[in-house]
């Protein structure tokens, strides 16, 4: 064989190997890669890819700079997994209900061959989700989780993992209109919405947020018009629907329940 032809030989073992890796490569591998979009409006009430509750100032009006700090509670939910690859995200955050910036924090639930896989994120969208290195999640854990507009474009964003005492912290610089507050499950996103999970049902707790006075309310305190119940249709075929609000006090609770 001549030089040549070796030389050929082993570029083309070397693109087999490429692609071979390529379509051998498990798409869980990508699963720190989706991102948290902006709710994807199908109407009112419903999205591709959002499910739950949104406060804003006024449902037909968003007034910007309205929100100060969201913050919630929930239990890291036992998925029901079967061949496909399935993702879930459960968040807090400010922003992405009617505009194109997102921040906010949370746990992701995905199905990979039949076996659940937990982490918790944070994300200043439009910029990439990041993997909260050193804080391993477990199904059933009890998360508390909190975003805060701190001034002058900086917003602070916290995770506290109830269960394991695991906590995390950071503060971000973006530019937001500040105009919603939300609890969401979601579908996340890569390049397109992704399948969702099924994960049940779940529950949100001590759901609150503050407005630009610094007062605290729940997701519905102030009033008719100034919050939003949403029901995802997921266009790969999961639906996502939340319950009505139970308030005590200045905060809120909810479940958010899979169908197919």
């Known amino acids: 064989m001549t030089c040549n032809n070796k030389i050929k030989t082993v570029a083309v073992l070397a693109s087999v190997l490429v692609v071979t890796m390529m379509m051998t490569t ?8 989706v991102q948290s979009a902006p709710r994807i409006k199908l109407k009112e009430g419903t999205s591709a890819n959002w499910s739950g509750y949104a406060s804003i100032s006024n449902l037909s009006l968003l007034a910007s700079n309205y929100v100060k700090n969201v913050q919630g509670s929930w239990a890291v939910p036992a998925l029901t997994c079967g061949q496909s690859t399935t993702y879930s995200s459960t968040w807090v955050g400010i922003d992405g209900y009617s505009d194109g ?5 949370g746990t992701e639930q995905d199905c990979f061959n039949g076996a659940q896989k937990n982490y918790a994120w944070y994300e200043m969208y439009p910029h990439q989700s990041v993997k909260i290195p050193g804080m391993t999640v477990h199904t059933g854990d009890v998360v508390d989780a909190k975003v805060t507009y701190l001034g002058k474009s900086k917003f602070q964003l916290s995770i ?10 950071n503060t971000f ?23 969702l999970a099924n994960f049940g049902t779940m529950k949100f ?18 009033g008719s018009g100034t919050y939003d119940d949403i029901t995802m249709h997921d266009p790969n075929g999961g639906n996502s629907t939340p319950s009505s609000l139970t308030d005590s006090g200045a905060t809120s609770g909810f479940s958010v329940t899979y169908s197919p």
Do not use: C, M
């Not at 910036?101 to 924090?105: L, M, P, R, S």
């Not at 506290?160 to 912290?169: A, L, Q």
């Open 26 to 33: 498990p798409l869980a591998a990508f699963a720190d890669s």
């Open 101 to 105: 910036t997102v921040e906010q924090i």
């Open 160 to 169: 506290n993992d109830v269960t394991t005492g695991k906590t995390y912290s």
């Open 173 to 195: 610089k973006a530019h937001a209109h500040r105009s919603s507050a939300e609890w969401v499950v979601e579908a996340p996103s890569s390049g397109e919405v992704l399948p």
């Open 205 to 222: 707790s001590d759901a609150q947020f503050t407005d630009y006075t610094g007062t605290i309310h729940a997701i519905d305190g102030k």
